[in-house]
């Protein structure tokens, strides 16, 4: 039988697809882009847009092949259910946990034809899930999930009841995965997780003093105090970053979304000895007012953002950093914007990610007085967006005439593509196939604005 999957969402999710299409592939499964027996839609709920593209995808798969069997499954099938279960084209509903199953789902319901719904109660969920060893990817970079859950609970998410409490994976493991990884020629991992930064805090002290044992740390640590959340405990992401780090093959390490208050002067200070770092950093912002950031319970003052962004820039001289920016969220009044637009305008980021507040079922924010108007929230966006692009052109233009390295990805027309490791988009003309290399290459104009040409030379 064939399958065709549909991923919505982050790199988390990216990842257990991955995984799943695995298990089909090792059930004897075929894995098409043509009609399929079976869709499986990994669905996102972080935004309210994120759940109508999850519905259209679950109603677009039954046309695709009526006698299809439609699978929904991810974040938005768990927090979600009973919305999806009134789409009549869905045959089976699974939560986040029951990934790992899905092929013995799938196999009892060809048996039984019972739709179903199979949705775990992840807030109860203490250890992680682990797919096992994935090696399974159509790309030159592979995406490896660490951690799953989150304990922050901002105020406009729904991500932590549809993911659970903070878990984290076993080093171990991961860098098994790693390991087999690169014995496929794949040069570069992207770390992510739900809420990275967060990566070993759940470890227990025997554990902890196994893994620094097992990996020649010694033995004194600060053991984990919960109003140090971030910085505290024995085995927690330099660590692992570290350890990855020593894996041969390997050349790029790329890392997801961070918080801002992981970043202090000695793990900024130990991750520059990691020289297969790459020097872009995602820190999520949200917003540029104090008192925006309190509302949204974000843990961090704009004070403290700084700081981090500026031990970023002490230490790597040529970092691109991104974001995340939500305009419209309740009671952010006309000066509370100017002080984010100013805010923004100072740190001058490579690019942002705005997105316009919409209240979630379920979240703080979603029963808050003083929502915005959609108009207020469209000139807010168009202006941040406009920035983000003047930033993202003078950053491209004043990498002209450096020359850099680029791992090519992909020929579009042309030109070969791929990325720096400051995640540069390069584009240069090459008489050899160079799709999954590292090649040498003089920047030499920009294209289409947030590119930039470049002509390789070794």
Do not use: W
Request: proline share 2%; net charge neutral; charged share 30%.
């Amino acid at each position: 039988m064939k399958v065709h999957f549909f991923t919505l969402g982050c790199k988390v999710n990216i990842y257990e697809t991955g995984a799943m299409e695995e298990q089909f592939l090792k059930h004897g499964y075929e894995l098409t882009e043509g009609i399929a027996d079976i869709y499986v839609i990994n669905t996102c709920s972080v935004t309210n847009i994120a759940e109508r593209k999850s519905r259209q995808m679950l109603r677009r798969a039954k046309e695709l092949n009526p006698k299809a069997i439609i699978v929904a499954c991810g974040c938005y099938a768990q927090v979600a259910s009973s919305e999806i279960a009134n789409i009549p084209e869905v045959d089976i509903i699974i939560g986040n946990n029951e990934k790992t199953n899905i092929v013995n789902i799938i196999e009892d319901y060809k048996k039984n034809k019972e739709r179903e719904a199979l949705i775990g109660d992840v807030m109860h969920q203490n250890d992680f899930v682990d797919f096992g060893i994935t090696t399974y990817t159509e790309l030159n970079r592979a995406v490896i999930k660490v951690q799953d859950g989150c304990d922050r609970f901002c105020s406009y998410c729904i991500i932590p009841y549809a993911r659970g409490k903070v878990r984290s994976r076993v080093p171990e493991n991961i860098l098994e995965e790693i390991k087999k990884i690169a014995q496929k020629g794949i040069k570069e991992v992207v770390i992510t997780g739900i809420h990275l930064a967060s990566y070993g805090k759940d470890f227990k002290n025997e554990e902890v003093k196994e893994y620094r044992k097992k990996y020649g740390y010694d033995e004194q640590y600060d053991e984990f105090n919960p109003k140090d959340d971030l910085q505290s405990g024995g085995f927690r992401l330099i660590e692992l970053l570290e350890q990855i780090n020593k894996i041969d093959g390997i050349e790029r390490i790329r890392l997801g979304s961070l918080e801002p208050k992981l970043i202090t002067e000695n793990f900024i200070h130990r991750l520059t000895k990691i020289e297969k770092i790459c020097p872009h950093f995602h820190l999520s912002l949200q917003s540029g007012c104090d008192k925006t950031l309190k509302d949204m319970n974000r843990r961090y003052t704009t004070a403290e953002f700084r700081s981090s962004i500026n031990l970023i820039r002490k230490y790597y001289k040529d970092v691109s950093l991104t974001t995340d920016i939500i305009v419209g969220f309740p009671g952010e009044t006309d000066n509370d914007f100017e002080e984010t637009y100013k805010f923004l305008k100072e740190i001058k980021f490579y690019k942002m990610h705005i997105f316009k507040y919409s209240p979630k079922k379920g979240t703080v924010a979603a029963k808050m007085s003083n929502q915005i108007d959609g108009k207020i929230k469209e000139e807010r966006s168009k202006k941040l967006i406009e920035l983000s692009d003047k930033n993202e052109e003078e950053y491209n233009r004043e990498t002209i005439g450096k020359t850099v390295n680029v791992l090519f990805e992909e020929k579009v027309g042309e030109y070969y593509k791929g990325h720096t490791t400051n995640y540069i988009t390069v584009n240069a003309k090459s008489e050899e196939n160079v799709i999954d290399k590292i090649k040498e290459v003089k920047i030499e104009d920009t294209y289409k604005k947030i590119e930039t040409l470049g002509k390789i030379i070794n």
